[in-house]
């Protein structure tokens, strides 16, 4: 038997981390055994290069950027995401190789499929079955950020990009869908859950 890999996606402040915790409760009770994990981090090594990447004062060019993205991702993998999916667990991510792709190659203009390449490369397979986009406006996204971190300080102009990296992003690949983030929690909520029921769930 082997699991399902879901990633929350969107720019900053589009309510991931609160969308993906309240689903992960909805689908436990349809029974399903399921672990949240958070990027970049969720390891050890990649705790530590979340520090880095997030809290660095020094400037990070922008291949030095995706490529510790790639490399805390590849670790969080390998040690985490691939065995839990062996083991036939449902992984929700708060982010995943999906924002690589958005804000490396789309917001930092590096190109989605160099990006896609050097990720895959990394990952021996373990892709994400499906991401849901919380689509929300970018200066919506980021007053509703408590604290922002070295790319979210960036501001508005970024976020724009990476917003039109995401629609690119599900104009190409039919397991990313967009839900509308701007409604409020228990609808994101609930129409995220739905999203997840009809694609993965039903064809169990
Ligand atoms: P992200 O993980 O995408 O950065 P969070 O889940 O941390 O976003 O949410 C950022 C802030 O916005 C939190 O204070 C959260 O409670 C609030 N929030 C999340 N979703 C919504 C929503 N649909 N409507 C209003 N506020 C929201
Ligand atoms: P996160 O902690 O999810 O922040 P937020 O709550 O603001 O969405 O992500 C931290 C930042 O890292 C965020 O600005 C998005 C960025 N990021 C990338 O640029 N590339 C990536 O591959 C990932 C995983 C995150």
Redesign the pocket.
């Known amino acids: 038997m082997s699991g399902r890999y879901i990633a929350f996606e ?1 720019i ?8 993906a915790e309240a689903v992960a409760e909805e689908l436990r009770g349809d029974g399903l055994n399921v672990v949240t994990v958070r990027e970049p981090g969720g390891t050890p090594v990649g705790e530590a290069v979340r520090e880095i990447l997030l809290h660095s004062h020094d400037d990070l060019v922008p291949w030095a950027e995706a490529l510790l993205f790639a490399a805390s991702r590849a670790q969080l993998a390998a040690q985490t995401v691939g065995p839990l999916l062996e083991a036939g667990a449902w992984v929700l991510t ?1 982010r995943s190789v999906y924002s690589s792709l958005a804000y490396q190659g789309g917001g930092r203009g590096l190109g989605l499929e160099i990006v896609r390449s050097v990720n895959a490369a990394g990952l021996d397979g373990v892709w994400p079955d499906l991401a849901v986009v ?1 689509e929300l406006d970018a200066q919506t996204g980021l007053a ?3 604290e922002t971190d070295r790319i979210g300080r960036e501001g508005l102009e970024l976020q724009e990009r990476v917003a039109a990296a995401y629609r690119e992003l599900a104009a190409d690949d039919p397991n990313v869908v967009f839900v509308d ?1 701007s ?3 228990l609808e ?1 909520v609930r129409d995220s859950v739905s999203v997840i029921r009809e694609r993965l769930v039903e064809s169990l």
């Not at 402040?13 to 969308?19: E, M, N, Y």
């Open positions: 969107g900053d402040g589009a309510g991931k981390s609160t969308v708060d919380l509703r950020e408590e983030g409604r409020t929690i994101v």
